[in-house]
């Protein structure tokens, strides 16, 4: 099963990379925009793959997308960007890499979103701006006939050690997660096409990661 991941070096994206590559069974590619990130890919069990979805054409990302099973987009223009690049990036990159999945047949698609996203978000500081481009691509997604899509929103994402133990609902209320429990729950996903047309929150919780995804696609 062939996965590309849109922000290939990304933590998340790296996490999601080790598990599939330690499963067997998968080929991973990660798309990067800097060539010097393709040794971490590599490390990761993940083929490096140079695009920058800031640039390039519909027609040029679904050539990287030919032959896939599942595109998964969790990109994102990062701490320390401004609202210019949450457009570029958080919501033009998703659009983009959403009508490539389209093109090339790869009905199988992932959004790593964010709790909150909302294109009707108020508010003048970056991270609204962030909230508005991630609600945008979204709403954006979820109206492509041609894809399987979930969206997944993670709560406020943190570095401690994945506990196994998820929330994953259509409405979790705030919390904490950490990365390699959301990378935990991508994996899965990746193989649960029950799950298309769902947005569901993330945060922490009793129920192992597995059990959770079963439990909202209705297995």
Do not use: W
């Not at 896939?68 to 949450?86: E, I, L, Q, T």
């Not at 890499?97 to 978000?121: K, L, Q, W, Y």
């Not at 945060?203 to 192992?208: A, V």
């Amino acid at each position: 099963m062939r996965i590309v991941i849109a922000g290939g070096h990304g933590q998340i994206a790296l996490q999601l990379s080790r598990l599939l590559a330690a499963r067997g069974g998968y080929e991973v590619a990660g798309i990067i925009r800097n060539p010097a990130q393709g040794d971490d890919l590599r490390a990761a069990g993940a083929e490096p793959v140079l695009c920058d979805l800031e640039s390039s054409s519909v027609e040029e990302v679904a050539a990287h997308l030919q032959g896939a099973d599942a595109a998964v987009f969790a990109a994102g223009a990062g701490p320390g960007s401004n609202a210019a690049r949450k457009d570029t990036v958080d919501r033009a990159a998703a659009v983009l890499f959403a009508e490539a999945a389209e093109r090339a047949g790869v009905r199988r698609h992932i959004v790593v979103s964010s709790m909150g996203a909302d294109p009707a978000h108020q508010g003048e500081e970056i991270f609204d701006a962030y909230l508005r481009a991630k609600g945008e691509a979204d709403e954006y997604v979820r109206g492509r006939a041609g894809l399987d899509s979930t969206i997944l929103r993670p709560g406020a994402l943190t570095d401690d050690a994945g506990s196994g133990l998820v929330r994953l609902e259509a409405s979790t209320g705030r919390g904490k997660i950490p990365r390699e429990d959301v990378a935990a729950v991508l994996a899965e996903l990746v193989d649960t096409s029950a799950t298309a047309g769902l947005t569901l929150e993330l945060i922490g919780g009793s129920t192992p990661v597995a059990v959770a995804v079963k439990d909202v696609a209705g297995n």
